[in-house]
């Protein structure tokens, strides 16, 4: 009895963090349905919606959210799964502690870094000018405030591709020290054991590494306002711009423009979820 409530007791922090983003989210969806009291607003509807779905600019916020989280989370799903078995080859050291820096950098100071690095005032121009690769700063290639948000999926990747490793890397040393040996035992090279036993069997974690950072770049706010072009804007900064209108009774507009990402990002996870339960079964039936 001792037990349970003792794991009670250290489950309340998750629990009231996981009511107040429930109760949150029930916050959203109600605006968005039109029910503001405190502005006079109490019969729910779906005009809001409607006009955001019928807005051509939400259509375009919507594609560059989904391109930089798509780009972004399948570079660092694959990068991330390379350097995490590297990490297992060698023994993490002091790589393991290093590579777990970038995730504990907030998303504004990364965007600070990028600039400062990637600019064509940055370091990387400027050593390139230095070194005579170009003749002025100007020629370097501009990655920042694109259309194409290449800064921003590179600053993503900057603190995704650690993630990913540091979040397999638990269940991929386990299964390399065991059937990946064995494997290799019994004759498997290396690379042949990595991907036809360590890599469907880490399988699991990769997905769900995957899912996190896809989802958290969909819905991210800082680095696609930092660092991206002023049009077309990613869909979270033209919901914020919505939010942020002078006009107090426009709340609702706004509020519908989350409600969709909120249930983009449901509709995709469930998804997704339902594709890695089909595959992993297809893998457990192969072996």
Known sequence: MRKKRTAYLLLLPLMGMTALALLACGSVLTQSLGVVPAFGLTEPTLDYYREALADPAFFSALGV?????????????VLGTALCAALVRVGPGPMGLLIRLPILVPHAVTALFAILLLSQTGLLARWAWALGVISEPGEFPQLLFTPGYGGTILAYLWK????????TLALMAGVSCTL???????????????????????????????????????????????????????????????YM?????????AMALY?????????????????????????????
Not at 160 to 167: G, H, K, L
Not at 198 to 223: C, K, V
Not at 245 to 253: G, I, K, S
Not at 259 to 287: D, F, K, N, P
């Open 259 to 287: 409600g969709l990402i909120l249930l983009l990002s449901a509709a995709m996870a469930t998804l997704y979820g339902l594709l890695t339960r089909h595959l992993l079964r297809r893998v457990e039936g192969g072996q």
């Open 245 to 253: 209108h002078p006009d107090l009774r426009q709340r609702p507009a």
């Open 65 to 77: 959210s989904l391109r930089v989280a798509l780009l972004s989370a399948l570079a660092a799903a």
């Open 180 to 242: 990946g040996e064995a494997a290799e035992n019994l004759g498997a090279s290396p690379l042949r054991a990595f991907l036809t036993v360590t890599l469907p069997l880490s399988l699991p974690a990769i997905s769900q590494a995957f899912l996190i950072i896809f989802l958290f770049a969909f819905g991210g706010y800082e680095l696609p306002l930092l660092l991206g072009a002023t049009l077309p804007k990613a869909l979270p900064v033209y919901a914020h711009l919505a």
């Open 160 to 167: 995704e591709i650690p993630f990913v490793a540091y979040f």
